[in-house]
């Protein structure tokens, strides 16, 4: 008991219950999901999306309000996902579905294709370049048959990067068999991840 009236444990315990009480102080703040801050960069970004639009310099008090907008979007954006507004909503589906598609369009290496490349792919696709029963030379529809070569190609891209994400997953399909009764229990068809089919 002479433990508990030494200066020297009451030193000692004191320091370590501040020392508790600001390091998980500095982990909450650091991580906090409450807190939205508006960096110098970003400024800038709303500056220039400002400028574009309008075509001039915002003033002062039209950044201002800028930036106010973009802070309430992103508080309500995060309310709304906090209660879970964003799930099943086939508008928020289909654009996180193009933000991902974009992505993988994004790493697809950028070089042109070569004359050679354009030509087999005019060969292998002359349903989409004939007109009136011919098929035009490549030199006249040069651009054309690079735009559709340059969408088949994301197309691509997207494909083996969705079959490689979907790799991952469990699909299970539930369809009742066709005349059977709406009570009818499904009979459920699974697709096992990648690695675990035996």
Do not use: C
């Amino acid at each position: 008991m002479k433990l508990l009236r030494e200066p020297l444990f009451h030193f000692l315990l004191l320091g370590g219950a501040l020392f508790g009480i600001f390091a998980f102080a500095g982990r909450w703040t650091e991580a906090r999901p409450d807190r939205i801050v508006i960096t110098p960069g970003l400024v800038e970004n709303l500056r220039l999306g400002f400028t574009r639009s309008s075509r001039r310099e915002p003033t002062p008090q039209e950044l201002d309000a800028v930036i106010e907008d973009y802070v309430r979007e992103e508080v309500l954006t995060r309310e709304a996902v906090a209660r879970g507004l964003d799930r099943d909503d086939p508008v928020v589906r289909r654009r996180l579905r193009e933000r991902m598609e974009f992505l993988t369009e994004d790493a697809v290496e950028a070089a042109a294709p070569t004359d050679a490349q354009l030509n087999e792919f005019l060969q292998k696709h002359p349903e989409m370049f004939r007109k009136q029963g011919q098929l035009p030379a490549l030199a006249d529809i040069h651009d054309a048959v690079q735009r559709a070569w340059d969408s088949a190609r994301r197309k691509q891209a997207n494909d083996e990067a969705y079959q490689k994400l979907r790799a991952h997953y469990s699909i299970e399909i539930q369809k009742t068999a066709p005349g059977a009764a709406a009570a009818a229990s499904p009979s459920p068809t699974t697709t096992a991840p990648e690695g675990t089919k035996k």
